[in-house]
């Protein structure tokens, strides 16, 4: 909310997401790797043991035109918790953000980023399952794309329902899981919440009816949520 303006509580107001970064630490910061619009600016996290990967995890980050990008707190904020669950995690820029080439395509052209940074992550770890989490318009990417990426498991978060049009997307075959805030001033939680009801597949719910959409104040408790929501996932298919 750019960062602090009270006014900006839409995607019609700009840098929405902006002042709402985190300073990353560690990892491989700065990455480049070829995508379809040039280059997709990623970077990559490692557990701390080094035995062989299991899973890897993409982030996706909020929207792009109102400030979102990597660096924002809620994906930097996912990407620690999976690494502390002894997940690799990659975060990257969408096209037109940082060093990413290209310019915003309303979700279409950064699911096929996301699909490029998926095979990459693949040819890197083989044998690792693949999972993708997004937040706000990330969510909406990652839902878009995991059918065509072959997800595993799927966590969104703030999922845009009110502001894209989720009817015609695919439907979720695999475990995955929502959180969303009942404070929300940029997504209508109730709206989130009747979308769920009628998914062919339900996923795990966790409503946090205090937090808002940034979660300010609450990234800690949302770290625990997936944390404790990502061991109830059933295994497999």
């Known amino acids: 909310m750019g960062g602090d303006d009270p006014t900006l509580s839409g995607p019609e107001g700009r840098h929405l997401y902006g002042g709402l970064e985190e300073v990353p630490g560690g990892g491989e910061g700065g990455l480049l790797l070829r995508g379809p619009a040039g280059n997709i600016e990623i970077s990559v996290s490692h557990p701390g043991d080094s035995g062989s990967v299991t899973a ?4 996706c980050h909020p929207h792009p035109l109102y400030g979102g990008s990597m660096a924002n707190k809620v994906v930097f904020t996912l990407s620690e918790i999976f690494k502390r669950m002894g997940v690799v995690t990659l975060r990257f820029n969408f096209r037109g953000v940082g060093l990413s080439d290209g310019e915003f395509d309303q979700g279409r052209g950064e699911a096929t980023d996301l699909h490029a940074v998926a095979r990459w ?6 044998g690792a399952s693949l999972w ?9 990417v990652a839902l878009r794309a995991q059918p065509v990426v072959r997800a595993e498991r799927l966590l969104l978060v703030a999922p845009p329902v009110s502001l894209f049009d989720f009817r015609n997307l695919a439907p979720v075959a695999v475990p995955w899981m929502v959180i969303q805030g009942g404070n ?7 709206l989130v ?3 769920i009801r ?3 597949r339900r996923p795990l719910v966790r409503f946090m009816a205090d937090a808002d959409h940034f979660f300010h104040g609450r990234l800690r408790r949302l770290g625990s949520a997936v944390e404790s929501g990502w061991r109830r996932l059933p295994v497999g298919p």
Not at 56 to 59: C, G, K, L, N
Not at 121 to 126: C, I, K, S, T, Y
Not at 184 to 190: G, H
């Open 198 to 200: 009628f998914q062919p």
């Open 56 to 59: 890897a995890v993409v982030v």
């Open 121 to 126: 992550l693949r040819e890197r770890f083989p």
């Open 193 to 195: 919440l009747e979308w």
């Open 132 to 140: 993708v989490a997004g937040f706000s318009f990330g969510a909406y």
């Open 184 to 190: 929300d001033e940029v997504v209508d939680s109730q």
